[in-house]
Nanobody, 122 residues
Framework: QVQLVESGGGLVQAGGSLRLSCAAS????????MGWFRQAPGKERDFVAA????????YYGDSVKGRFTISRDNAKNTVYLQMNSLKPEDTAVYYC???????????????WGQGTQVTVSP
């Protein structure tokens, strides 16, 4: 069982940066691939980024590649999402999630945080 709590969301102007954190409880954090997803009102939940157990392999959605960076600190049971050059279309609720194996499909993820709102103004 893993419990996830996101933080770091907020309101930022276009071109700005935010850093999201996702703190996990439990001693098995290092056994899970971690992902970030986002969902805007009326839209499906989209893949943003994922990172494998070791932290060596990372993956990104096409719309955020080159702007966002996912990382993890297994000693701190935390995964991060550094978001730079933010655009209004990045506005959404951002969720972190844990899965037994890496996937871009949110249905593979077993555990989810409550989400944190990111709003980017023009």
């Amino acid at each position: 069982q893993v419990q996830l709590v996101e933080s770091g969301g907020g309101l930022v102007q276009a071109g700005g940066s935010l850093r999201l954190s996702c703190a996990a409880s439990g001693r098995t954090f290092g056994s899970y691939a971690m992902g970030w997803f986002r969902q805007a009102p009326g839209k499906e939940r989209d893949f943003v980024a994922a990172i494998r157990l070791s932290g060596y392999y990372t993956y990104y959605g096409d719309s955020v590649k080159g702007r966002f960076t996912i990382s993890r600190d297994n000693a701190k049971n935390t995964v991060y999402l550094q978001m730079n050059s933010l655009k209004p279309e990045d506005t959404a609720v951002y969720y972190c999630a844990a899965a037994g194996t890496y996937s871009r499909d949110y249905r593979w993820y077993d555990y989810w945080g409550q989400g944190t709102q990111v709003t980017v103004s023009p």
